[in-house]
């Protein structure tokens, strides 16, 4: 996770109050802040932040949450931005390369030393948190007064346009050539890779501000006498380079610069104006807050409650409602449960009461119960336990399989880090599959199981999606065949107490070799797979040997 020093003396300043390094020990947790290092001598503090609070990637975003523990200040902070002239053309062309930007200006910085590395730490940990490694949004920083508006957004050929680029060699370089031969080009030339155009930001001179998500222009080149920033903000997610620029200028303006606002117009006609601090409104149920914590407060203890962690709320029209607003800040609030955390920091944990619930004392699920106990039968039966991820690579988890992969039949992860992982696994065994992969040089036979969760669409859950629990296991040798994955089988249901009450009916799959397959039922339900793998699959995971398998839904048989 993030890390951030404080220096005591600076962090007094912002929130306006005296602070003592032990009070701060104790009193940064109930804000959401792990510690990490204690300097008393040197009078400073190392917090880690989970990664979906980048507004805590500054002093300032911490002293902000900190007026309201001590409550300094209650309620959404006051920001005021001032309406701006500047303007930002963007070209319909770089819909196909990186599509949205925001922009802002900032006016009267007089950065100290410690104000500077702040900024260039908040860029950082935005690149990392929000952006993806600058994949998802890229930002830019520029001294205004080198550049003329109104400014340019297109995309253009690689070799078309060339510019001195930021911590190059001093000549102008065309875009492909930065990309091969400048550090920062050779560091994100992948987020370009396979695309037609790049995209790239002019003034009204043509001069070059910018490469997105590479490198800015040396002309714009911000230096201790800049007075004056211009910020743009490109990505593929909107939402994410809003949310990006709305904590940038909010830490800039807490620290005494103008916020002035742009005006972003696409040539298909939307025009919008950024920074945007509006708050989203939000419609929460009093009691379901309260029962979701175990409390019974009244809605003016609930919205004092709200107050303290920096969100605005008032008395709903509806009776038995309260309309909270969320500051244009804080991207972390996607679903009503949250305000359930929000509304127990604001009152506070360490006043909760201390209740023990029905249930609640050391007692395992019936389903973890009994994936306990299939583990125990899988090791008795001389194989050996692999654990991997619920998150899976769709050409594995279906083509290597020879199975057929519809997008509208499985979960699609809307932003994946890698290509490696753009969705959820619907059955165990391709993980198997792939973990043979890569052991396939260690000594013969591998006969190894996982037990672990799988994902379905389920469009009657409040998700859209169920957990079931399944174990696969498989057997990869030179003689691994049906015979032996069935006594494997056989060993389960006799352990299982099953063995007179299950069955396996001869069928037809895909990933398996035909007549050497069947699926496994008990008591007249299907509850699982058990065959020979085919031999396309084993080719497709590079394995020379014969695979049996099998996979069986826990939960249908518990």
Known sequence: MPTLELKLERLEKLVGKKLEIKDLEYDLQWIGLDLEDVNVEEQKVKVEYNPNRPDYSSPEGIARALKGYYEIELG???????PGEIELYVEPIVKKVRPYIVCGVVRNIDLDEDEVATLMTIQEHLHWAVGRDRK?????VHDLDKIKPPYRYTAVK??????????????????EEILLIHEKGIEYAHILEGKEVYPIIFDSNDEVLSFPPVINGIITTVTDETKNLFLDLTGTDFKAVNLALNILATTLADMGAKIESVKVNYKDGEKIVTPNL???KWEIDINYLNEYIGLSLSSKEVIKCFNKIRFDAKQSNKKGY????????????????????????GYGYEKLPLTIREGCIGEYHPIQSFSNKIRTIMIGAG??????FILSNSDRQYNYMRQEYLEKDHVQILNPVSKEYNTTRTTILPKLMETLLYNRSEEKPLRIFEVGDIILLDSSEETGTKREVNVSAVSYHEFADFTEIKSTLDFIMTSLGFIKEYEVKPSENPSYINGRYGDIYLKGIKIGEIGE?????????????????????????I
């Open 136 to 140: 998802k949004v890229a930002i830019g």
């Open 383 to 388: 194989y050996l336990e692999v654990l991997n």
């Open 533 to 557: 793998i085919h031999p396309e699959v084993l080719l497709n995971f590079k394995l020379e040997f014969p695979v049996a398998a099998l996979e069986l839904n826990l939960q249908k048989i």
């Open 158 to 175: 690689p070799d078309s346009v060339s510019f001195i680029p930021l911590h190059g060699d001093g000549y102008p370089m065309n875009l």
């Open 322 to 345: 309260l309309d909270v607003w969320v500051p244009a800040y804080r991207g972390d609030i996607m679903h009503i449960v949250d305000f359930t955390e929000e509304f127990a920091i």
């Open 76 to 82: 959404i902070p006051s920001f005021e931005i001032t």
């Open 278 to 280: 509006t708050p989203e």
